[in-house]
């Protein structure tokens, strides 16, 4: 059974990181792809940064340059670095895990708040 435990959020100031966790269980690591997505409130979710079957990595436009998927698969966490912190960044951050790799119904962690204050 799929396991996600995201880590990591919190409140910043515009211009702030922060570095999201998430801890993958119950299944093979590597035999998902794995990203995240976030939900402001009133909005659909989104897709934030992924990494597809062959270990690339994607980004959304709006924070290309300034937030970084990484990966440990050794110890199957999944991490975001996010660097210079918008407002509009503001949002429930969720871990996700997909084994088509489409990202049509993946598996989801509980998720993390993210709130930034300008």
């Known amino acids: 059974q799929v396991q996600l435990q995201e880590s990591g959020g919190g409140s910043v100031q515009a211009g702030g990181s922060l570095r999201l966790s998430c801890v993958a269980s119950?299944?093979?690591?590597?035999?998902?792809?794995m990203g995240w997505f976030r939900q402001a409130p009133g909005k659909e979710r989104e897709g934030v940064a992924s990494f597809d079957s062959d270990g690339d990595a994607h980004y959304a436009d709006s924070v290309k340059g300034r937030f970084i998927i990484s990966q440990d698969n050794a110890k199957n966490i999944l991490y975001l670095q996010m660097n210079s912190l918008k407002p509009e960044d503001t949002a429930m951050y969720y871990c996700?895990?997909?084994?088509?790799?489409?990202?049509?119904?993946?598996?989801w962690g509980q998720g993390t708040q993210v709130t930034v204050s300008s």
């Open positions: 119950g299944y093979t690591y590597r035999s998902y792809c």
């Open positions: 996700a895990a997909d084994s088509a790799c489409n990202w049509y119904s993946p598996k």
